[in-house]
Each structure stands twice: as structure tokens, then as C-alpha cells.
């Protein structure tokens, strides 16, 4: 046994003895060869420039202005007050540099090991530079680079789109050699999502240094690869106008083609994202923060809000795949309906009922009745699977970051989220685009051009990528050919008849327009209520969220136009008169050819 121990003891100090000459002369030879070769040679990189942004007409969203960043030569001892000197002739230079930020700095990243020149300045404008340039030029411990410095022309307008960049962090260094070369990345909208191809790619250079660093001659150069341009599909001007027409109200606007071209997407209020570009002051964050409108929330991919009767049409296209026949027959609406024995009315918006009641009709005049009594027959399994088919409750895959999928909710998903079995009662308010419902405004202004043209878009801000042309995805989607075509001629029907929900707003535009309103509760009504409030009545808000969804010509689908006024009250007299502006703008702006305007508003058929 004694000598087995003795042998282990042996092994061990051989194992050990082994392994630590393999680091000695070997391992350790590779780091102080490189070590040694940092000595000769020196390797820099250059930073690649930002590439810009621009709308369809080539305005500038997203540009670069030209300056200076000025850095100070390591290994600078403040005792012998070489470091105070230099940064007394920048103070003295550009009063507005803060010393003691300076010096913080730069004792932070100097170190024996470093021979890098220690950044103290991000940005001087070129302008401020110019006057001040020969002198600072003669100051061996002090060097001025070239540098770019992000900025927004049209600031509030199309910051949710746009987004900005801002400061990386050590996480966003780690996973990303440009950005952490560079300092900074693209921390929302178009800026974050085409962060890899806006931001290029390095380019080096290899030197031969001294002794102190000096380079005295170039071995190998690489220019960097930059100006990876994006071209959008929004149209500014566009943009601008609807965000001013917005006025006191809050909400969402989105013009896009059928195939999926995003025009314009505002999310009003916004935020000026300039402010983000050097570091966000808490107060302002702060400010932004409190804001009960909430301007630094996207709301048109971020919101999620209950799409009411704007879902109408597409719960009647779920009702005919499950059933194919269901749509076959009228429903009566007396006003309100009853589940079983309980004396619990779900209410018709119309106290009075509607009678008998047509798919083409329930679509127009937005009978409640008529919705609840076909869910009963289908169920909401069956409807919840069909409307994510028409990309509801489900991402629309627009190249924006982060966005959210809302809900369509079946039965699976009430017991996952709340442990509790799925009732028939909230199948009826389901139906009707209440209770969980949760959809995005860019879903419904994607489902309202599948109802348009049967394609379900994928929408798309970016037109042109690095000279690369974006091709639109659609996604053809089957229907009954009649059952549709009674759903559009309602939605006709809503915008250009008497007794539609947006006739006063929409039916004297200089184009046919089809649509459908909304008005989706954010508090429920009691039982005991017999006379509804009027909703100017209410508190601001616990006012319902004001819905229009329309697409345009009606003969020939080319734009659709979304606009949701939060606690707005009624959609057609509301978020309607915007809808209706943003279409005689368009009209006014040549977006309309001359086939598609109309010689004559006919009543296109009698509707039941």
C-alpha cells in the first residue's frame, strides 16, 4: 500500500512538473511572441461611415454631420502636469469641454499596457473646429480625427419608424466587433433592425512602429466598407401631414399599398430622437416616462388595443372556412341575446334590434346580434384558428424591431394563462373584437388588404437595402368568392350609403372608398345600465378606442388606410374625418391614376 502511495505522489509531481514546462516553452512563447509583435507592428482600424437613410422622394431621415473627436496620447503623468497641459489648451479652446470629465476619463483608460491614443471628446462640429484646427494640430500629445455624429432632420415625424442609435454597451461590444469599434448601435426602429447593414464593415491598418509608437511605415491597408444606404417606401410629406392632423387627439395612422408598402405609420405623440444621440438627460427621460400619452411607445406595432367591430369582416370569413355554409342565412336582432337560462343580455349597440338581418347588412350597419348567434355555431377554437390565418394575433413581420403578436385566444390559451376553463359568453364578446381580443394596428391595416385582394402582405418600410430593391411577399388566401364579395360590398356600403357608419365622412371623396368603423370598450357596461352614456359623457378614459379600416379604389385596391383615435369614442366620427383627409392628400398628390376615379357614386346593388 506504501508503495502504491509512493507512486501516486510520483505521478503526480511528474503530471504537474509536465504540464507546467508545456506553459512555459510553449504556451507562453505564443503570448510574448504576440506581445513582441505588438512592439514592430501596429494595427489600427477605421471606422466604416454610418450609411443614411432616406424616404421614396430621397429626403434625408437619417444623416451624418461632419466633426471631430480629439484624443490625448497615454501614458501622461499628472504629477508633471503634461496631461493638465493639454487639456487646459482644449478648455481654453472650447469652454463648453467639462475638465473634470476629461481627466475622469482619461485616468480610466490609462494604463502601462495601453498605446492607443484615450478618446476624451466624442463630437466637435466641423464648423467649431475650423478656426481652432492649426494650432491644436501643433500639439505632439493631442490627435484629431475624423468623425460623425448622427442626426435627424425631420426629428419627431418619423422617429418611431426611424428609431436612433445611441452609446453601445459592454453586451452590444461582446457580440459585435464594429460596434465596438465604433461606440455606437442602433438602439430603436430602422436603426436597430438594419443596424449590421447601415453600419459597414472595419477597415485596417498595419504599421511599423518604434520603440515610442511611432509608425514609420504602412505594411498592409484595407479601406473600410460604409455608405450602405437605405431607401424607404414612406413618403414624408405624408407622413408629417398626418401627424400634425392628429391635433388634441392621440392614436394611430397607417397608409400602406396592397402589396404591403409601408407610405406613412404615425404613432402620435413622438419624441424628438436627437435627443438619444449623445446621452438622454434624466430629466428628459423622466419626462418622456410620465407622459400619459406615452410618445416613446410604438404604438402602431407596440399598442394592443380591441378591434371591435373592425374585426367584423374577418370573423364572418373565419365563420364561412369553419362552416362552409353558415353565411348562408339572416340572423334577428332584437338587441341584445341570451346564453341558456341565464338573464345576463349581451347587448346589440342598437337598443332597438335590428330585425332581420344579411351578411352585407351586418357588415354595413355592424349588427352585434348578428355576429354573436354565428360564433355560438362555430365556436371559438375554430375562429381563433382561422383569424390568425388573416394575420391576427400573430407578428406581421414588418422590418421593424420587437414587435408585439397581440391575441386571438382559444381555449388553450385562456387555460395556460389563467388556469380556467373557456365560457360561451366570451365566445359572443369575442366575436364581436372584445374581451381578450388584442390585435396591433399594423395587423388590421394588413387583414383589411387581404380582404381587399385576398393576399395577406408582409409589411415593408425599406424599399431599397444597400441598392438591393425589396420584393413584396404576399400570401394568396382562398375564399368563397361570393361570401366575399358580399363582405366588400358591405364595407361599401359602410363609406357610401345612407345609414352606413362612415357615410358623412367618406362618401364625398373624389375616389371610392370601402370600409369598415369600430369602437372598442375599455370599460364594461353593467347590466343595470339602460341608456348608454353618450361617450363625450365619459371620462377620457374609460372612452372607447375609435376604429376606421378602408381600402381604396373599390374597384381596383390600391391603398389601404388604418387610423385608431385612443378613447375617441365612435369610429366614423372620429378617426373617419382622418382617414378621409389622408385620402383627398393622396388624391391631391397624384397617388390616385385616372382609372381609378370614379365617373359616378352608385349604390352598388340593394343590400339586405
Known amino acids: 500500500m506504501r508503495y502504491k502511495f509512493i507512486l501516486l505522489v ?7 512538473m509536465i504540464t507546467r514546462l508545456y506553459h512555459v516553452s510553449i504556451k507562453s512563447n505564443f503570448y510574448y511572441e504576440g506581445l513582441a509583435k505588438e512592439n514592430i507592428e501596429r494595427k489600427q482600424f477605421i471606422k466604416p461611415v454610418r450609411g443614411e437613410i432616406s424616404d421614396k422622394n430621397g429626403h434625408l431621415l437619417a444623416m451624418n454631420q461632419i466633426g471631430f473627436s480629439l484624443s490625448i496620447a497615454p501614458h501622461l503623468k ?29 485616468k480610466k483608460h490609462n494604463s502601462p499596457y495601453n498605446h492607443k491614443y484615450i478618446k476624451v471628446v466624442d463630437f466637435i462640429h466641423y464648423s ?17 480625427e475624423a468623425e460623425t455624429k448622427r442626426y435627424y432632420p425631420y426629428g419627431k415625424y418619423a422617429a418611431h419608424i426611424v428609431g436612433y442609435t445611441g452609446r453601445s454597451n459592454k453586451k452590444e461590444n461582446k457580440k459585435d466587433a464594429v460596434v465596438d469599434e465604433v461606440g455606437k448601435v442602433g438602439k430603436s426602429g430602422l436603426e436597430r433592425y438594419y443596424n449590421k447593414v447601415l453600419q459597414g464593415e472595419l477597415g485596417y491598418e498595419v504599421s511599423k512602429v518604434t520603440a515610442t509608437n511611432k509608425a514609420i511605415d504602412v505594411l498592409e491597408k484595407e479601406l473600410p466598407k460604409d455608405n450602405k444606404n437605405i431607401k424607404l417606401n414612406l413618403d414624408i410629406e405624408l407622413q408629417q401631414m398626418i401627424y400634425e392632423r392628429f391635433g388634441d387627439h392621440t392614436g394611430v395612422a397607417i397608409v400602406m399599398k396592397t402589396n404591403g408598402e409601408l407610405l406613412s405609420a404615425v ?16 430629466k428628459a427621460w423622466k419626462a418622456l416616462q410620465l407622459d400619459l400619452a406615452h410618445p416613446f411607445t410604438n404604438k402602431f406595432i407596440h399598442g394592443t388595443y380591441p378591434p371591435g367591430s373592425a374585426i367584423k369582416m374577418g370573423m364572418a370569413l373565419a365563420f364561412s372556412k369553419a362552416l362552409p355554409n353558415i353565411l348562408d342565412s339572416s340572423e334577428h336582432c332584437s338587441g341584445h341575446i341570451t346564453l341558456g337560462s341565464s338573464k345576463h343580455k349581451f347587448r346589440c349597440w342598437s337598443r332597438w334590434g335590428h330585425g332581420t338581418v344579411g351578411l352585407r347588412r ?27 390565418n388573416f394575420g391576427l394575433g400573430v407578428k406581421t413581420g414588418v422590418d421593424l424591431p420587437r414587435e408585439y403578436a397581440g391575441v386571438m385566444p382559444d381555449k388553450a390559451w385562456k387555460m395556460k394563462r389563467f388556469k380556467q ?31 381587399a385582394t385576398s393576399n395577406l402582405a408582409v409589411p415593408r418600410v425599406a424599399k431599397m437595402i444597400d441598392t438591393k430593391s425589396v420584393e413584396p411577399e404576399l400570401k394568396h388566401i382562398s375564399f368563397d368568392a361570393y361570401y366575399l364579395e358580399e363582405i366588400r360590398k358591405g364595407m361599401y356600403d359602410v363609406c357610401n350609403i345612407r345609414g352606413g357608419t362612415a357615410f358623412r365622412t367618406m362618401s364625398k371623396l373624389p375616389i ?44 381596383n385596391p390600391k391603398y389601404i388606410v388604418t387610423v385608431l383615435v385612443e378613447h375617441g369614442g365612435h369610429g366614423g366620427s372620429t378617426a373617419g374625418p382622418i382617414a378621409a383627409d389622408i385620402y383627398k392628400w393622396l388624391f391631391k398628390h397624384g397617388y390616385f391614376e385616372e382609372e381609378g376615379i370614379p365617373s359616378k357614386r352608385t349604390d352598388n346593388n340593394s343590400s339586405q
Open 10 to 16: 510520483f505521478i503526480v509531481f511528474w503530471a504537474v
Open 267 to 282: 404613432s402620435y405623440p413622438s419624441y424628438d430622437p436627437n435627443l438619444f444621440v449623445g446621452g438622454i438627460s434624466s
Open 128 to 144: 467649431s473646429m475650423m478656426g481652432a484646427y492649426p494650432k491644436l494640430s501643433l500639439e505632439d500629445n493631442l490627435k484629431i
Open 512 to 555: 371610392i372608398v370601402a370600409g369598415k368603423t369600430g369602437t372598442s370598450q375599455v370599460t364594461s357596461i353593467p347590466q343595470s345600465t339602460k341608456v348608454r352614456l353618450k361617450e363625450s359623457q365619459l371620462a377620457y378614459f374609460h372612452r372607447s378606442h375609435a376604429w376606421i379600416t378602408t381600402y381604396a379604389p373599390y374597384d
Open 421 to 451: 376553463p373557456w365560457y360561451k359568453g366570451e365566445t359572443v364578446i369575442s366575436a364581436i373584437g372584445q374581451g381578450y381580443d388584442l390585435v396591433t394596428p399594423l395587423q388590421v391595416a394588413r387583414y383589411t388588404g387581404m380582404i
Open 362 to 388: 351586418a357588415i354595413r350597419e355592424s349588427c352585434d346580434v348578428y355576429f354573436y348567434n354565428k360564433s355560438l355555431k362555430v365556436g371559438i377554437d375554430a375562429m381563433a384558428k382561422n383569424l390568425h
Open 78 to 106: 499628472s504629477k508633471s502636469k503634461e496631461l493638465e497641459v493639454v487639456i487646459d489648451k482644449l478648455i481654453e479652446t472650447f469652454p463648453d469641454l467639462n475638465k473634470t470629465v476629461m481627466l475622469k476619463v482619461y
